[in-house]
């Protein structure tokens, strides 16, 4: 006859495995006034960053990510080739390129004066 498992007596364990995900709580102090899908959009912007590290400059200009936000909106994480940083299109704005290759955020782009296709 098998062993049977022993139940534990109390409260059973939730989710021992929290500790990375409790990492990155530390920085909310300052997105407590942004609405919850801001702070998550920075969120990922910052582990992009971290990600990518030295590697943002060989990629600068190019699209890291797109989403479906609903049905009418989508959402497109990329690397501005002037300002060389993660940026969505919800938050800095897109002037994308027809290559693809030279995306800028909308303040980058008024700074050049570039008039393009705002995504």
Do not use: W
């Not at 022993?6 to 409790?22: D, I, T």
Request: hydrophobic share 25%; with cysteine.
């Amino acid at each position: 006859m098998p062993r049977t498992k022993r139940k534990s007596v109390g409260r059973p364990a939730k989710g021992k495995s929290r500790s990375y995900f409790e990492d990155s709580n530390h920085e909310e102090t300052d997105e407590q006034g942004l609405p919850s899908d801001e702070a998550g959009r920075l969120k990922i912007k910052k582990n992009y960053e971290e990600l990518l590290g030295i590697r943002i400059e060989k990629l600068k200009g190019r699209v890291l990510n797109r989403e479906k936000i609903n049905k009418n909106i989508d959402g497109v994480y990329f690397i501005c080739a002037e300002c060389r940083k993660v940026c969505h299109n919800l938050d800095e704005g897109l002037v994308e390129d027809p290559q693809s290759r030279l995306n800028l955020c909308s303040a980058c782009a008024k700074e050049k004066g570039i008039k393009g296709t705002a995504a």
